[in-house]
């Protein structure tokens, strides 16, 4: 079962449905950062989550060692 892929599926779109009005960005880099900044985090969090272990999910950017 991967259950950070399902967690990370399920988050990005909502994400896209909160942020997709904004698909060009607001014209400030700043405002930009400060506006998408939960998305990166909750993806950055399930990834490293996902990296620990197949227990956790099996998506992640770590490699488990076998």
Do not use: Q, W
Not at 2 to 9: I, K, M, Q, V
């Amino acid at each position: 079962m991967d259950l950070t892929g399902s967690l990370l599926d399920a988050g990005n779109s909502v994400f896209e449905g909160i942020y997709g009005s904004l698909e060009g960005g607001t014209g400030s880099a700043f405002l930009d950062t400060l506006i998408t900044t939960p998305a990166y985090l909750y993806n950055s969090l399930l990834m490293l989550i996902g990296g620990f272990g197949g227990d956790l999910g099996s998506t992640g950017v770590f490699p488990v060692p076998a």
